[in-house]
């Protein structure tokens, strides 16, 4: 149980357009998913918390306007780099939790690798 | 606020050798701790966590992590480890106030034949 996916696993797009990436729970309902962004050889930085029906709360540094978060339902979050460009190049994760509390576990999505030509 | 330190960035280690990688948190609230373990090009698994009751957790592939709230650590060990662990391993850190997961900067086994 408790399976995430993302969709795509990996995706090459050119500068200047926008790629959606998906993370779903299969076998559970979310009521918060993560989406984070990993560099090349460095840890995960949490990029924003999504809840089901409501705005994506952002971390400090990461323009909302770039990287849009949408929350359709309890199984399914999407995130859209817009205007991509090379420096977005990176493995994006998204992670999905059935509670709020520290003790919540996450459960992680196999990861999608983006590089913008 | 929290953090959480892994001094070592790479730990190489021989074929069913023991191992202990070290992590090491700070925060001002209860925490919980996790550590993952993450194979290339793939996303993070869940290896095993503290989150309260005894201090000896034991987890999945033979792992297990001492929980000691005086040093504010919480190494993970194997007492045999396969070329298969070979993968980077992050400890994480979340609290009852928070359940954002503080991520440590990663530990690269390298298990050597």
């Known amino acids: 149980g408790a399976v995430v996916s993302q969709h795509p696993s990996r995706v090459i797009c050119k500068s200047g357009t926008s790629v959606k990436i998906e993370c779903r729970s299969l076998?559970?309902?979310?009521?918060?998913m993560f989406w984070y962004r990993q560099f090349p050889k460095k840890s995960l930085m949490l990029m924003a918390t999504?809840?089901?029906?409501?705005?994506?709360?952002?971390e400090q540094g990461v323009e909302k306007d770039k990287f849009l978060i949408n929350h359709a339902s309890l199984t399914l979050s999407t995130l859209t780099v817009t205007s991509a460009h090379p420096e977005d190049s990176s493995f994006y994760i998204c992670?999905?939790?059935?509670?709020?509390?520290?003790?919540?576990?996450?459960?992680f999505g196999p990861g999608t690798r983006l590089t913008v030509l | 606020a929290q953090s959480v330190t892994q001094l070592d960035s790479q730990v190489p280690v021989f074929e069913e050798a023991p191992v202990e990688l070290r992590c090491n948190y700070s925060?001002?609230?209860?925490?919980?701790l996790f550590w993952y373990v993450q194979y290339p090009n793939q996303g993070l698994q869940l290896l095993l966590k503290?989150?309260?009751?005894?201090?000896l957790v034991k987890g999945i592939n033979g792992f297990e992590a001492e929980f000691n709230k005086s040093q504010t650590s919480f190494h993970l060990r194997k007492p045999s480890v396969h070329i298969s662990d070979t993968a980077e391993y992050f400890c994480?850190?979340?609290?009852?106030?928070?359940?954002?997961?503080?991520f440590g900067s990663g530990t690269r086994l390298l298990v050597r034949p």
């Open positions: 999504s809840n089901e029906g409501s705005k994506a709360t952002y």
């Open positions: 992670s999905a939790t059935t509670g709020t509390r520290g003790f919540n576990e996450q459960f």
């Open positions: 076998d559970f309902q979310a009521t918060t």
């Open positions: 503290y989150l309260s009751g005894s201090t």
């Open positions: 994480a850190v979340s609290g009852e106030s928070s359940y954002k997961l503080i």
């Open positions: 925060s001002s609230v209860s925490v919980y």
